[in-house]
T-cell receptor, first 117, second 118 residues
């Protein structure tokens, strides 16, 4: 089945530093990937849609200069949290669709737990 | 606005009993509906989907869901719960527009924690 690999699974960084999270589709090509943020109260918020070879589309209220997304190849998208602050601490999850059909499900990475101290 | 709602924060059920996790949606046009499950500190796993056809959809691990257009609902069900079913469940709907292009994007409900007790 389609596998999405996300790395790292956990990261702790100091306030003011930047952190890069990688999302890879291991056995399929993904022209589009999605980045979600999950808050402690469970809700899953779509942050942005990552499009291979073009700029990401950010959801309303998400700072594009804060959360840099790069989708340089058909199997890799990266999310960089720049100048991280404690309020950026969260669980970040990426996902991708294995084929372009509208009814195909998303496949999710295992998430990255970011803690900013 | 297009959205999906899960009215229950938590559902408790005894092992062996039937379970229902509720979901209602609000979309324009025909809905593409999905259920996902999440175990602690993991990503989401796909359970089942409704696109068209039979209103009763069968999915992984013995789960099924019933699409009800008049009530705009897509409740998740299982005839006999297992302790291992305890997890966080998300209902989702695919929407288009707002930069999602031809791909569409998934909007998730708030999530429902299912607790199955032995």
């Amino acid at each position: 089945g389609a596998v999405v690999s996300q790395h790292p699974s956990r990261v702790i960084c100091k306030s003011g530093t930047s952190v890069k999270i990688e999302c890879r589709s291991l056995d399929f090509q993904a022209t589009t990937m999605f980045w979600y943020r999950q808050f402690p109260k469970k809700s899953l918020m779509l942050m942005a849609t990552s499009n291979e070879g073009s700029k990401a589309t950010y959801e309303q209220g998400v700072e594009k200069d804060k959360f840099l997304i790069n989708h340089a190849s058909l199997t890799l998208s990266t999310l960089t949290v720049t100048s991280a602050h404690p309020e950026d601490s969260s669980f970040y999850i990426c996902s991708a669709r294995a084929n372009r059909e509208d009814n195909s499900p998303l496949h999710f990475g295992n998430g990255t737990r970011l803690t900013v101290t | 606005a297009q959205s999906v709602a899960q009215p229950e924060d938590q559902v408790n059920v005894a092992e062996g009993n039937p379970l229902t996790v509720k979901c209602t949606y609000s979309v324009s046009g025909n809905p593409y509906l999905f259920w996902y499950v999440q175990y602690p500190n993991r990503g989401l796993q796909f359970l089942l989907k409704y696109i068209t056809g039979d209103n009763l959809v069968k999915g992984s691990y013995g789960f099924e869901a019933e699409f009800n257009k008049s009530q705009t609902s897509f409740h998740l069900k299982k005839p006999s719960a297992l302790v291992s079913d305890s997890a966080l469940y998300f209902c989702a709907v695919r929407v288009w527009g707002g930069g999602s292009g031809n791909t569409g994007k998934l909007i998730f409900g708030q999530g429902t924690t299912l607790q199955v007790k032995p």
